[in-house]
Every structure is written in structure tokens, then in C-alpha cells.
């Protein structure tokens, strides 16, 4: 475990890393394609969809955050103290959910390489997988970690902020869908594929995780670790929120978005011919930062099967980097794929979340800590809207894989 020492500067790098590590696992090709078509189906209306999930995220993500870190116990081993066996169905799940994102996400850095350099997109992700692995097998892998997805979360956020200026949407109109929109049941779907790409699966324990790696644990720590959950929470949301922007001054422009890869014409239209460039960077940038936070992530649920994948954690994440790139040259076109795997880790947020509020009153799970009322009922009514969002999106669900 990385030692961790509480000076402002390794706090401050401690913070940042947990905030984007969260934040660039949301923020991947998943991110970006499911936001480009909800915005083309729903336009100014998804902005209630958006809002609406980031109030879910917090009650999803704070609760997890500080009964985790205050337990000093990976999400799996809280789930099976709760009820035994329930800790490895989670991680079973996450695990499963994270491979599908990442074997998009690999597809999605094929493809930025492709739009930047143009190389074929098979080779593009080889290079991607590679570059990932290099970073976990430096020496301070979760140091040059923190500071990769820092960086790129950071360029990531300033290109797409002016790409929307550029695209001029109507703000005014994206405000008022924001509260009223046209028809609510209908967004549905949306939502809870969006809360699963931004806080379902592994994205939820990502941060979390990271910190309990860093010893950054106990009740003493809570103050921090809810600032970082909270200010990774609103990072993402505003990235969320740009994006939607740009894509809705696109549509409502009169602009029909590719079918094959609907947010590059995003930033065609924005800034022409080197836009697609632009937008290849940025595919790039998601796509190895989210490969990044799904690998390490999912790794770490199945530290607690057996001590081997503790010892070699390491070269448990080059493994599932090398298989997801593996199985991406057979798999073909990820859009569906991403869209269904943000729907399929939004479903099992209810598990999960339920599994850590009841732990928050074990005594034997966090000790004489007292989780706070309002955090568990806000931790609840998450759970019940994710349960019945859940219940209406899975037929159409099924319909993406097998209509």
C-alpha cells in the first residue's frame, strides 16, 4: 500500500488524483458518444436528465466515498460482511461491467489515433493499451497515474469548454428543459444510462478506492474525503454539461450527427477540417484516461478473492488491459456497446448502494462512527430511483443487444 503522508502537498495530489481518476473513468468514449445522441433524440430537454443525475451521483457517490474510507474496506469487502457472498456478486458485476467499457474504451483510442494521425484503429489501440501499460509498470505507478489523468482531465475540460462557446447553444432554452422538460417519462433511459456512465460500476468506487490505497482512512479523514467526492462529482457534471451544450448549438444549428461516431460532428462543425483532429485528441485523451480508471479499478475488486491478485495487482490491470484490446479486434463497432454497458452499471447501482447504507450501521463495518441520517435517506431515495429507472429501461435495453 502507498504510504500515505499528510503534508499539504501530498494531500493536494492525494485529492486531485481520487477527484480525476473518478472523473476521467466517466469522462470516456461512453461519456461522449452517449451525450452526443441523447442531446440529438431529446435536445434541449436532456439537460433534465443531466441535473437530475448529478443529484443522484451525490447520493450515490458521498455515501460510498466516506463509509468506505472510514471502514478503511474495499467495496467488496463491505458488501460481504453485510450479507456473505453478496461482496463478490458485486464484484463479479463490476468487474463484468468494466470490461465492457473498457473494451470501448480501447475502441475509442483506436479511434482517436485514427482521426488524429490517421492510423488504423486496430493499431491505434494497440499503441493506447501500450501507453497504459507503461504507466503501470513504472515504478510509482499510482504517482504518475495521479498526475496523467490530472493533466489530461484538465485538457479535456478546456477543449470542450471552447468548443461550446464556439457552437453558440441557446442557453436560455437548455435552462428551462432543465426544469421543465417536455417529456419527462421519456428520458428515463437516459438517465439512468448516464448516471451509470458517471457513477455506476466501478466509476463508483474509483476515487473511493484510490484513497483507501493511499491510507487515507478513518474518521479523521472525512472532511477531505467528502470534498473530493464532491468536487469529482460537480467536475464531472460540468463536463457533462459543456458537452451537452455543444451538441445541442450543433443540432439546433440544423446538423444531423454521424451514426458511426456521432460527436465528431460536433467538432467538425465547430472548428472544420482540424476539428476532427481536435476531436481525435480528445477521443484519445477519454478514451486512455477512462482505460486507466477501468483497469485499475476493476483490479482492485478482485484483490479480496485471493491474495495472489493482491501481490500482483499490477500485472492483474496489464492483463485486463491486454485482453480488452485483445477482444476489441474482434468485436467491431462499440456504440451500442457502450451505451448498454453505462445502462447495465446504472441497474446495479441499487445493489451496491443498498449493500453500503445497511453497512453504515454495522458496528463491526465502521466501528462507533454515526453516518449521518440525511446522508442515508438521500443514499435511499437514489436507490429507489435508480431501482424503478431500472425497471422501465430494461426492455429497451435487451432491444439495443438483441433487436
Not at 453558440?168 to 422538460?181: D, L
Not at 477501468?294 to 491486454?322: C, E, K, M, Q, W
Not at 453497512?359 to 449521518?372: A, E, F, L, Q, T
Request: proline letters at 3%; hydrophobic letters at 55%; charged letters at 10%.
Amino acid at each position: 500500500m502507498e504510504q500515505y503522508n499528510n503534508n499539504t502537498l501530498n494531500r493536494r495530489r492525494l485529492m486531485l488524483g481520487a477527484i480525476f481518476l473518478m472523473v476521467t473513468s466517466a469522462v470516456g468514449p461512453a461519456f461522449l458518444t452517449q451525450t452526443a445522441v441523447f442531446t440529438e433524440q431529446f435536445a434541449a430537454s436532456f439537460a433534465f436528465a443531466i441535473i437530475l443525475s448529478v443529484i443522484i451521483d451525490i447520493g450515490a457517490q458521498l455515501n460510498i466515498w466516506r463509509v468506505l474510507t472510514v471502514a478503511n474496506k474495499r467495496g467488496q469487502d463491505v458488501g460481504n460482511m453485510v450479507l456473505p457472498g453478496l461482496g463478490s456478486l458485486i464484484a463479479i458485476l463490476i468487474v463484468i461491467g468494466g470490461l465492457a467499457f473498457n473494451i470501448g474504451n480501447i475502441a475509442g483510442a483506436g479511434m482517436g489515433f485514427n482521426a488524429l494521425l490517421g492510423l488504423d484503429t486496430r493499431i491505434g489501440a494497440i499503441i493506447a493499451g501500450v501507453l497504459a501499460i507503461i504507466i503501470f509498470s513504472s515504478r510509482n505507478g499510482t504517482k504518475v497515474m495521479d498526475v496523467v489523468t490530472q493533466l489530461l482531465g484538465i485538457t479535456l475540460l478546456v477543449i470542450i469548454g471552447i468548443v461550446m462557446i464556439k457552437v453558440q447553444p441557446p442557453y436560455q432554452e437548455a435552462a428551462t428543459k432543465m426544469i421543465i422538460p417536455d417529456d419527462p417519462m421519456s428520458l428515463v433511459m437516459p438517465i439512468i444510462t448516464i448516471v451509470g456512465g458517471s457513477v455506476g460500476g466501478y466509476i463508483t468506487f474509483a476515487g473511493a478506492h484510490r484513497l483507501i490505497e493511499a491510507g487515507v482512512t478513518g474518521e479523521e479523514n472525512l472532511d477531505f474525503v467528502s470534498k473530493s467526492a464532491n468536487i469529482g462529482i460537480i467536475t464531472a457534471g460540468i463536463m457533462r454539461f459543456l458537452l451537452f451544450l455543444a451538441a445541442l448549438g450543433v443540432i439546433t444549428a440544423g446538423v444531423t450527427l454521424s451514426k458511426d461516431n456521432p460527436p465528431a460532428t460536433i467538432f467538425e462543425y465547430a472548428l472544420g477540417d482540424v476539428g476532427l483532429r481536435i476531436f481525435g485528441l480528445v477521443l484519445l485523451i477519454a478514451a486512455i484516461t477512462s482505460v486507466i480508471g477501468a483497469a485499475y479499478t476493476s483490479a482492485s475488486f478482485l484483490r479480496s478473492f485471493h491474495p495472489i491478485f493482491d501481490r500482483y495487482n499490477n500485472i492483474v490491470i496489464i492483463g485486463f488491459i491486454i485482453f480488452s484490446t485483445i477482444v476489441f479486434a474482434f468485436i467491431g463497432k462499440p456504440v451500442v456497446l457502450l451505451i448498454v454497458a453505462g445502462a447495465f452499471n446504472g441497474m446495479i447501482i441499487p445493489i451496491i448502494l443498498t449493500a453500503i447504507l445497511i453497512g453504515s450501521r454495522k458496528k463491526s463495518i465502521v466501528g462507533d462512527y454515526h453516518h449521518p441520517t440525511w446522508m442515508i435517506v438521500f443514499g435511499y431515495v437514489a436507490v429507489i430511483i435508480t431501482l424503478l429507472a431500472s425497471f422501465i429501461s430494461i426492455r429497451e435495453v435487451i432491444s439495443m443487444l438483441f433487436g
